[in-house]
């Protein structure tokens, strides 16, 4: 069996996607030959639904990433278990950023659910960029409501999306 790690999947609900999750993405990226994007139908997390549609975060995902020079990474919107998709399309492994320690009981305790369910698929994190340890989606998406600035936030192309909602 060929246990080496050459395809990643970065998953998320990317509501919308900001410059941490782009970071996280890039820095994979320079580990792996072959980088994924997976977005979620909805996150378990809140079960409180998504601002944005399915249709248009991975949109937003795609464009950031060609904004980016990121233009080999593929991008799938998907449903259901993770560890499930990871398998589908051949990938061995899950990247995620990490922010503070409240990022890391969430991380834990889904990287031991998914070890159960595929104990093939590994689970890897790397430390957030201190630049972007502030950033998450909910903050992005509740200052942009308020009409404040959110562009050292997100990349320039979710500007529009986050300004007509
Ligand atoms: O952007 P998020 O909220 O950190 O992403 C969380 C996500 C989508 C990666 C996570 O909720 C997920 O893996 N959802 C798919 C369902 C699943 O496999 N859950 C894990 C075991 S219960």
């Given at each position: 069996m060929n246990t080496e790690i050459s395809?990643?999947?970065v998953p998320g609900t990317f509501d919308p996607i900001t410059l941490g999750h782009l970071d996280v993405i890039r820095r994979a990226r320079k580990m792996f030959p072959q980088v994924s994007v997976a977005v979620a139908l909805s996150a378990r997390k809140n079960e409180t639904g998504t601002t944005f549609s399915l249709e248009n975060r991975v949109e937003m995902v795609r464009a950031s990433l060609?904004?980016?020079h990121l233009s080999d990474v593929n991008v799938y919107p998907f449903e259901g278990l993770l560890v499930q998709f990871v398998k589908s399309i051949g990938a061995q492994a899950v990247v995620k950023g990490?922010?503070?320690m409240t990022d890391f009981e969430y991380e834990?305790?889904?990287s031991d659910l998914n070890t159960?369910?595929?104990p093939d698929?590994?689970?890897i994190y790397v430390m957030s960029n201190p630049k972007y340890g502030f950033i998450s989606s909910s903050v992005v998406r509740e200052i942009a409501s308020m009409g404040?600035?959110?562009s050292m936030m997100v990349p320039s192309c979710v500007l529009q999306h986050l300004y007509n909602k």
């Open positions: 395809h990643v999947v060609d904004e980016a990490l922010r503070a834990l305790q889904q159960r369910m595929n698929i590994e689970s404040a600035d959110v």
